[in-house]
């Protein structure tokens, strides 16, 4: 019977109803979308660090690895401990050129893993490095470039000649650009630097002991194992909490409609709840009645909202510019929290309906017959 | 059980207004005036008296809709002071009939009928054989399915009684349940309340303005100016 009345009354007002789901909907949709993005770009910045190795050393306390001073004998140092099995330093900046604002330049070595990784479509990976002016360009970069093997290309200020091209699922590597680390380091003014070291130790088991001695040897470094990182990076946490902000307005709307849409429905079923109450409907019975309602209208809009966005994230990986950057499949567990949240959303957007109605007194409304 | 609170005897009235005072907008309208008023169990009483006299007032109050301001309520003795009292009573003890029917649009005959069982959490199936029995007494049976909207005005007023009838309750109380139909289906409708309360054994007590209607009653009841005319009380 609940349900019947619950149906009864959203399907009497369809269209009120509709827009109320649709609020959700769309809260839930752009809050997925956002996330299920700045997640994935975080993820792919995070694979770029830790690809093939288990721990990142970088300069302590500064807020972005851009900024981080790393001098590269000491990744020599670390190479050479017994945990080791290789200790790779990278250099990282942005430059642009022509009409692209951002191109991520990667300084790194010429055994560097993720040069090892990549599927090189043109070029010889065995040539990276030995001409310092020669840069390996991933495949979206060559393409926006219009570059080929062998042609010269501007970045920023400076023309480096293509020696390869490479693919990679990844984002930001596959439209950025592989200089060699000394010419990196040249270019961007930071002779004998790198931005962080990835290590990869011999032993997994061996990373607290690896972190003690980084920490005990360089106290102006910080050593964490990928998931630390990923957690605590700053820039991480302010993209996820902005995602997070985001969405959460997003949802705040969607409440206020559903707000809306069950003030109305109480306000304009005044008689009705009289009558209920007139044939026995306990406050609670009327309490449950109005937050069944909020409940349905929420969990339809969290429903569609969901197939909304991972719709919309579908499209969205199909447009080439954003190709690598764009996760299309939203973790279950964020597609559960977002749902929570949109019900918990239209809970709370019941509650003063709900008190509204649970005051109602039959009386009052029946008297005026 | 505390004596002030339930007076239940076998020869107790089972509606009781004790000096019952009421009055709307902050004392601006008076509308009972100290009313003291008994009905027995199993009478038909109709209440009449003229427009703002405070009939339906005294219903609702009686009926548990309502508190006084002043006096005292009691149902089959027990006084009705709160909500823990008011709410068994909507549910098992008093079944109401308005003047306008008073029923849910949107839904069927048949699920307006089974919304007390269903707030008094009663058998679903128990609940059905119940309206299908209250529906073969008041004509209904082939009705059940169809929306309010469909029914005539005589058919609603019926589907009223059905519902109010549904949780077997021992008191009826009729606000002018033919106030707002023509007189051939009234006259039918409160045929059908008189003979339903007999069948069932339950008390009725009727505001009407309808002298002939209230004649047929065991009793009938003047209210003037809130009070009870005790003058012409029959």
């Known amino acids: ?369 | 059980m505390n004596n002030t609170r339930n007076t239940s005897a076998s020869n107790a009235p089972v509606l009781l207004a004790e000096d019952v005072w009421k009055d709307y907008d902050n004392g601006a309208v008076p509308v009972l005036m100290g009313v003291n008023f008994a009905v027995n169990k199993s009478e038909t009483v109709a209440l009449c008296g003229p427009s703002g006299c405070g009939k339906s007032t005294l219903l609702h109050l009686l009926g548990g809709l309502d508190e006084p301001d002043r006096g005292v309520i009691r149902v089959n003795g027990t006084m009705i002071d709160s909500e823990d009292a008011r709410l068994p009573l909507l549910r098992h003890t008093i079944g109401f009939v308005f003047q306008l029917h008073n029923l849910i649009p949107d839904l069927t005959l048949e699920e307006n009928c089974l919304l007390p069982a269903f707030a008094a959490g009663l058998d679903k199936q128990a609940a059905r054989e119940r309206l299908r029995e209250l529906a073969a007494r008041t004509g209904l049976t082939h009705r059940l399915g169809h929306r309010i909207q469909k029914l005539s005005g005589g058919e609603r007023q019926r589907t009223a009684i059905c519902r109010a009838l549904m949780n077997r309750p021992g008191i009826l109380l009729a606000d002018e349940p033919t106030g707002s139909l023509d007189e051939q289906t009234g006259a039918q409708v409160f045929d059908l309340l008189m003979e339903v309360a007999a069948m069932e054994g339950a008390t009725l007590l009727m505001a009407t303005h309808d002298r002939g209607m209230a004649r047929r009653c065991s009793r009938l009841v003047e209210m003037h100016g809130g009070r009870i005319d005790e003058s012409v009380r029959a």
């Open chain 1, 1 to 369: 019977m609940y349900m019947r009345l619950i149906v009864t009354n959203l399907s009497r007002h369809r269209v009120r109803s509709l827009i109320s789901v649709a609020g959700i909907a769309f809260s839930v949709a752009a809050m997925l979308a956002v996330i299920t993005i700045l997640q994935g770009a975080v993820g792919m910045f995070s694979n770029i660090l830790s690809s093939d190795s288990q721990i990142i050393v970088f300069e302590k306390d500064v807020s972005d690895l851009f900024f981080s001073n790393v001098p590269v004998h000491d990744a020599v140092e670390m190479a050479a401990w017994p945990q080791v099995e290789r200790a790779n330093p990278v250099l990282f900046g942005v430059v642009t050129s022509g009409s692209q604002p951002i191109i991520t330049c990667f300084g790194v070595e010429a055994d560097d893993a993720r040069l090892k990784k990549a599927t090189w479509t043109s070029g010889n990976p065995a040539n990276f490095g030995s001409d310092e002016n020669g840069v390996v360009l991933g495949e979206r970069a060559a393409a926006f470039l219009s570059a080929s093997v062998g042609d010269l290309v501007p970045i920023g200020h400076a023309r480096f000649r293509v020696v390869g091209i490479l693919k990679t699922s990844n984002g930001f590597e596959d439209g950025g650009v592989f200089m060699p680390l000394k010419a990196a380091q040249n270019y961007f003014h930071k002779e004998q630097m790198s931005s962080a070291i990835t290590v990869k130790l011999k032993n997994r088991d061996d990373a607290a002991e690896f972190k003690r001695r980084v920490a005990r040897q360089y106290p102006e470094m910080v050593a964490l194992e990928d998931e630390e990182f990923s957690r605590s990076y700053s820039q991480f946490r302010i993209l996820k909490a902005t995602a997070w902000a985001v969405g959460g307005c997003g949802l705040l709307l969607g409440g206020l409609g559903v707000a809306n849409t069950m003030i109305m429905s109480v306000f304009t079923r005044i008689r009705e709840i009289a009558i209920l109450r007139a044939v026995g409907f306990s406050r609670a019975q009327i309490g449950r009645l109005v937050l069944g309602e909020s409940i349905a209208v929420s969990a339809l809009g969290a429903a569609a909202g969901l197939l909304i966005g991972t719709v919309a994230l579908n499209l969205l990986k199909a447009i080439p510019a954003l190709h690598g950057y764009v996760d299309a499949s939203p973790h279950p567990r964020l597609m559960a929290v977002v749902a929570a949240l949109a019900l918990l959303t239209g809970l709370a957007g019941a509650i003063y309906p709900m008190v509204y109605a649970v005051r109602v007194r039959s009386v009052e409304a029946l008297r005026f017959e």
